[in-house]
């Protein structure tokens, strides 16, 4: 028998980076990153190709809605 254990939600300094989504003009992929605050780096986390990854980085990292911002 194996079970399953629940992931413990990941974490970021939110005083010093904020969630966002990359996307491409041209091709309309989208990328879910971190921004750096203090100098504009972004870290990416993940590639969004379907609404289930978008909600799974959401749950994961324990993210609202309203707090992601869309860079082009």
Do not use: H, N, W
């Amino acid at each position: 028998m194996f079970f399953q254990r629940k992931k413990p939600a990941r974490t970021f300094d939110r005083a010093k980076k904020r969630p966002v989504i990359r996307s491409s003009i041209c091709t309309g992929e989208q990328t879910a990153c971190f921004q750096d605050l203090e100098t504009g780096r972004l870290e990416e986390v993940m590639l969004l190709r379907t609404p289930d990854d978008r909600s799974a980085f959401l749950s994961e990292y324990g993210i609202r809605e309203e707090e992601l911002t869309v860079l082009y």
